[in-house]
Each structure stands twice: as structure tokens, then as C-alpha cells.
């Protein structure tokens, strides 16, 4: 489409980065498990997740 509007012509790498300067982002989703436990949920970012962060920080 670039191409045929302003007859020039981008890599598509390049295209990805002026999208990035101009706010976009790539972003691919990622699926939620339908069984996922709710409770180990949010225990894993009340409790271990901090306890990992703290870790990794020494």
C-alpha cells in the first residue's frame, strides 16, 4: 500500500520500526488456560513471584 501511494518502496523491517516510532507495537496473545486454578492465581503474585524478584535482584 506504501508502495502504491507513494511510490516508495520500505523493507519490512523498516516498516516495523517507523510503526514502533509512531506508538504501535507488536504484540502477540497468548492463550489462557480454561482449567487455570484462580487461587494459585493469585498466590503466585502475591507470594513467589516477589520472592523471585527478590532473588534475582542479589
Do not use: T
Not at 5 to 20: D, N, S, V
Not at 23 to 39: A, D, Q, S
Request: proline letters at 5%.
Amino acid at each position: 500500500m506504501i508502495a502504491d501511494i507513494f511510490e516508495i518502496k520500505y523493507h519490512r523491517r523498516h516498516i516495523y520500526w517507523l510503526l514502533e516510532r509512531i506508538g504501535f507495537k507488536l504484540v502477540k496473545p497468548y492463550p489462557i488456560h480454561i482449567k487455570k486454578n484462580e487461587k494459585e492465581v493469585e498466590r503466585f503474585y502475591s507470594q513467589v513471584l516477589p520472592a523471585l524478584q527478590k532473588k534475582a535482584k542479589i
